[in-house]
């Protein structure tokens, strides 16, 4: 028994680490997007408008599509579809090098957006699905291969796209496919999983009344809004705000954007961890709310102090973020892929408005006004204390389990 229990947690760990690499070169292929903006904003002639619409077209397909997937795949799970919407990123990926008027821009963009709609929702539902019931650690491990792969993106920019131009892009068309083939064998993993008889679920949950878990919802999108409208004018915008307002190159703002997405990427890692350690409302009111002091700082430094604060402020942003999926899939249980689907969905929606209201702001008053005002974002985080304590929920239902809670023995 002890052996096939471990046979068994050594097989989830290896799910784990697959849709994790997936998620490195899924997230990889859509930061060279980003991070070639000043190539196409070159070559196109391009508005800071315009580079916010290409955003909003990649994160609108996202962000209306995810959930539905979600909602869909909750219903009728779908092992394979992870390998087919990886398919759609190769085919963006492909378009994006070859396009040379701004239309081919946004569709080549929109195929990148529907490619992640489709493998998010799925890939946290695996994660879930591998956790062993250490969800909060699941998630990151999930998460972080897509914040490493954003935070690599850059570097690949700096080292391949700027100094080869836009054809170099369909190089990494090749990281797609690689993606697909990982894909397809957790694809096989995830249909096993839904052939075997399924366990007796165990007396868990909350007993919050509809309400409450509505309003709830309520503060976690408001919370979401703060977190990703200011992670917006920072992935898309800080390099050409680092060039304005210190006069460096574009090659060495795309450094300071690997240093950010680099923290992102560990603060994402530990913040699952943490909340299943702590409890996942600390975790969201410690890393939304405690940033404020240093993004209010950030416009009145000098270069090198920013590169050190950005790295706080994307550590401590990052590690809302598993911790917030996890609390809402425990907020509405049974419901994973509609949960994710939503809260990757709206995290796509929130950054793609964000950076094309922004773009729009930074036209007409100047990016380093953009960047003034959204210092004040994270004060949003004050709206964490209404947060109900989910651990003391189910600690309450635990302790007075329904009757038929009870499994007999045969």
């Known amino acids: 028994m002890t052996t096939a229990h471990s046979d068994a947690d050594r097989t989830a760990f290896k799910v784990l680490g697959a849709i994790s690499f997936s998620h490195f070169l899924n997230d990889t292929m859509q930061s060279l997007l980003i991070a070639s903006y000043p190539l196409f904003k070159h070559e196109l002639d391009l508005s800071f408008a315009q580079i916010g619409l290409i955003t909003l077209a990649f994160q609108f397909t996202a962000s209306l599509l995810q959930p539905l997937v979600g909602i869909y795949t909750d219903r009728h799970p779908k092992p394979f579809s992870l390998a087919l919407g990886m398919g759609f990123t190769l085919a963006g990926l492909l378009l994006l090098s070859q396009a040379t008027t701004f ?17 998010h929702p799925e890939a946290s539902r695996v994660a879930r699905m591998a956790s062993g019931g ?118 060495e703002a795309q450094y300071h954007l690997f240093y950010f997405l680099f923290a992102v990427a560990a603060g994402t890692l530990l913040g699952g961890p943490i909340g299943d350690r702590i409890g996942r409302k600390r975790v969201i009111w410690l890393s939304i709310l405690g940033v404020a002091p240093f993004t209010l700082a950030l416009p009145y430094v000098g270069l090198a102090a920013s590169a050190g604060l950005t790295l706080i402020i994307g550590f401590m942003l990052a590690s ?64 964490a204390v209404f947060l109900p304590d989910l651990r003391s929920q189910v600690g309450a239902v635990r302790a007075n389990p329904m009757p038929s809670a009870t499994i007999p023995v045969k």
């Open 134 to 251: 250490r969800h909060g650690l699941a998630q990151s491990i999930f998460q972080v291969g897509g914040n490493a792969g954003a935070a690599f993106g850059p570097l690949l920019a700096a080292w391949v796209v700027l100094p080869h131009g836009q054809k170099s892009l369909a190089v990494f068309s090749l990281f797609a496919l690689l993606a697909m083939i990982v894909l397809a064998g957790v694809g096989i993993w995830y249909r096993d999983q839904h052939r075997k008889p399924k366990k007796a679920a165990s007396a868990a949950g909350h007993d919050l009344p509809r309400g409450r878990v509505l309003r709830t919802l309520a503060v976690l999108m408001a919370l979401m809004f703060s977190k990703f409208f200011y992670l917006a004018s920072i992935s898309s915008y800080l390099i050409f705000y680092l060039m304005q307002h210190y006069g460096i190159d574009a090659q």
């Open 320 to 383: 809302a973020f598993p911790a917030m999926v996890v609390y809402a899939q425990e907020l509405m249980p049974g419901k994973v892929g509609t949960v994710s689907g939503l809260f990757f969905g709206l995290a796509f929606g929130l950054a793609g408005i964000g950076a094309a209201v922004l773009g729009g702001l930074a036209d007409h008053w100047g990016i380093e006004t953009v960047y003034l005002l959204c210092s004040f974002l994270p004060l949003i985080g004050l709206l």
């Open 103 to 119: 239309p081919l821009l946004l569709a080549a963009a929109a195929l990148v957006g529907s490619g992640s709609s489709i493998f």
